[in-house]
């Protein structure tokens, strides 16, 4: 069976990002959720430690100590304002209970053939979970909503910066039920 939706078209699949929504797998919530943790219990005291001791050094404009310490912790409060959100809209979704195993949705592996006739695997993940080292994409990619509700043997348009390109699905896995 040979489907080639172009996905600008296609309206049959629900996006799982909206509303606010962020969605993610449970190792992906871990993962920030423990980045969170240890950036406000850890981090965040050291550097307002090293930041305490220097401005009792005197002159703070020309203290390397104070004002390397006072921009690493708005690095740190940027980063935990993004989690803090993150974590707050975060959905999250388990794709070892999904029911429908012979499409491709959030959390499935999918292997597919490009134009080139190369074997490419993936996994489609939330976007804060995206690593292409690890063949991780993030749902809002356009490989992953491409593939979206694709079953195996259908084939995809994936619009890429160089065009429109082909990808023939063929195989589709999810991790094992609890």
Do not use: C
């Not at 090293?50 to 703070?60: C, P, T």
């Not at 004002?67 to 708005?74: F, H, P, V």
């Not at 259908?154 to 896995?173: F, Q, W």
């Amino acid at each position: 069976m040979t489907d080639t939706r172009d996905t600008e078209a296609d309206d049959e699949v629900p996006a799982l990002r909206g509303a606010g929504r962020v969605v993610m797998t449970p190792e992906g919530h871990r993962r920030l959720r423990d980045e969170y943790t240890a950036l406000l219990r850890v981090e965040r005291p050291k550097v307002v430690e090293i930041v305490s001791w220097a401005a009792g050094n005197g002159d703070r404009s020309e203290n390397g100590d104070y004002q390397y310490g006072k921009k690493r912790l708005r690095e740190i409060d940027r980063r935990l304002r993004y989690l803090g959100r993150q974590l707050e809209r975060a959905e999250v979704t388990d794709p070892a209970r999904q029911q429908r195993r012979d499409q491709a949705f959030f959390g499935a592996t999918v292997t597919y053939a490009d134009e080139q006739d190369r074997r490419i695997t993936v996994t489609i993940v939330g976007a804060d979970e995206a690593d292409m080292k690890e063949g991780k994409v993030s749902l809002a990619s356009p490989i992953a909503q491409a593939l979206l509700g694709a079953r195996v043997g259908e084939e995809r348009r994936v619009r890429t910066p160089r065009g429109a390109e082909t990808a023939e699905v063929l195989a589709i896995s999810y991790p094992a039920p609890p």
